[in-house]
């Protein structure tokens, strides 16, 4: 068995649709990748990265008023990041209600950071070790 660890962001958003657009690969970004103007998506720009492989992404929306657990036990590996995500959530005083989630493959992401703005607030929460 290997392991490896993703690191996690999460967030509220106003609405799926701007978490999406946030996301998401931009398609601008294959016609005119020789710019340094041009990140794969505005996640990838607010974490000072112009690329990452987008196989090694997994997010979601996830609105509603239910647990976290109920919220992300659908992700991948979720049996074992889950409980170590919701000890740190507890541990931090986030404040704004958790509406989305990002992880990616430690490394992708040279610095990652925690990004608020008015639209919406991603806080980084750190590595956690997944075994596969």
Do not use: C
């Not at 509220?12 to 990748?33: I, Q």
Request: zero cysteines; proline letters at 2%; aromatic letters at 18%.
């Amino acid at each position: 068995m290997q392991t490896e660890t993703l690191d996690f962001w999460v967030g509220n958003f106003n609405n799926e649709e701007d978490f999406y657009e946030f996301v998401e690969e931009d398609e601008n970004y294959y016609l005119l990748e020789e710019s340094d103007d041009i990140h794969i998506s505005q996640f990838a720009a607010s974490q000072d990265t112009v690329w990452f492989d987008h196989d090694l992404i997994e997010y979601g929306f996830e609105d509603g008023n239910r647990a976290i657990y109920e919220k992300f036990a659908g992700y991948s590996f979720a049996e074992q990041w889950l409980p170590i995500l919701v000890n740190r959530l507890n541990e931090i005083n986030l404040k704004f209600d958790i509406n989305a989630i990002i992880f990616v493959s430690q490394g992708q992401v040279t610095k990652p950071v925690s990004v608020e703005n008015d639209y919406f607030s991603l806080s980084y929460v750190g590595g956690i070790e997944y075994s596969f």
